[in-house]
């Protein structure tokens, strides 16, 4: 049995708190950038015409990326609006503009909220991974160890302990679980999704 809209706003609305809550912020800056973080990058399919089966076409980011297909009830989580849009936005929320980071640390905080993959922790490091990596291979494959060598770069630049190979790679795992990064070559690649298509609140 599916949701009403009202139900799935209702939803949303919970989600989008529970997300905000975990952003180490004062409660209302923490609501502004979850605000603006929603507003910009998630986008909500037309539903679908009654009786309708009709599918829409991703198509991948290279040859090396399948397309995918995907039902106009769904959600996206467009990263590249996030990368190239937010940041640009109104950000006097906690200094926002000095912490690139928190842009997709908190698109990952909802992301998580909604596709309801609670047994993975996002933390800050997730959100600083996403950064370095589209920053540096917006649309080609990066080699793992040069990923983990800028995250390391980025962290240092902001004052954070640098990861080890074992944690990077769990991350990667994670943001993957998420379908935020790809991997191929047996892990040895990766790159970022231009996207994430997802259902919210289909059945109970």
Request: with cysteine.
């Amino acid at each position: 049995m599916g949701y009403s809209e009202s139900s799935k706003k209702d939803l949303i609305s919970g989600k989008l708190e529970s997300a905000a809550c975990q952003l180490a912020l004062p409660p209302q800056d923490a609501a502004d950038v979850v605000s603006e973080t929603w507003r910009n990058c998630f986008l909500r399919l037309p539903p679908r015409a009654a009786g309708s089966e009709m599918e829409f076409l991703i198509p991948g980011k290279n040859k090396d990326s399948p397309s995918r297909s995907y039902k106009p009830h769904n959600w996206i989580l467009n990263w590249k609006k996030l990368f190239h849009t937010v940041p640009t936005t109104v950000v006097a929320a906690a200094g926002a503009a000095a912490m690139p980071w928190l842009w997709p640390f908190a698109a990952l905080l909802i992301l998580r909220e909604l596709k309801e993959q609670f047994e993975i922790c996002v933390s800050y490091v997730h959100g600083v991974v996403m950064q370095a990596l589209w920053a540096h291979s917006e649309t080609t494959w990066i080699e793992r160890s040069k990923g983990l060598d800028l995250t390391n770069s980025a962290l240092q630049d902001a004052g954070h302990e640098p990861l080890d190979s074992l944690r990077f790679d769990a991350i990667i795992d994670e943001l993957a679980s998420l379908e935020c990064v790809e991997t191929r070559g047996g892990g040895a690649f990766i790159i970022v999704t231009e996207s994430v298509v997802f259902g919210v609140g289909d059945h109970h």
